[in-house]
């Protein structure tokens, strides 16, 4: 598991460094709530990096990732805004996560 996330966040920086993709890093909302917003010219990219680097940040705590919120927006490019929770491995929730989706094109 914790090499499969390494790798994952490597992958998910190189993209970052590489392919120009614009992240705000992850930003605490408050408590074990945080947000990071990723844009990219590719839609894969912009979500993998989104949902990586929040996997990640979870991880290094030690815990799992809970997605509550995912915002899209397409222009010119795609934008991520990723609003997760940081949650104990054996976290009911996990189970079934319900997340709220919203898209909005331009």
Not at 4 to 33: H, N, P, Q, Y
Not at 93 to 105: A, F, G, K, Q, V
């Amino acid at each position: 598991m914790k090499t499969t996330a390494v790798i994952a966040t490597l992958l998910a920086l190189f993209a970052v460094s590489a392919c120009g993709v614009k992240t705000s890093g992850v930003r605490t909302l408050g408590g074990e709530t945080y947000t990071i917003t990723v844009n990219d010219l590719d839609d894969t990219t912009a979500k993998g990096t989104a949902l990586g680097l929040a996997e990640h940040h979870c991880n290094e705590m030690g815990k799992a990732l809970l997605v509550t919120k995912i915002f899209k927006q397409h222009q010119v490019r795609y934008r991520y805004d990723i609003t997760f929770q940081c949650v104990e491995a054996d976290d009911p929730r996990l189970e079934n996560p319900e997340y709220e989706t919203i898209y909005r094109s331009q």
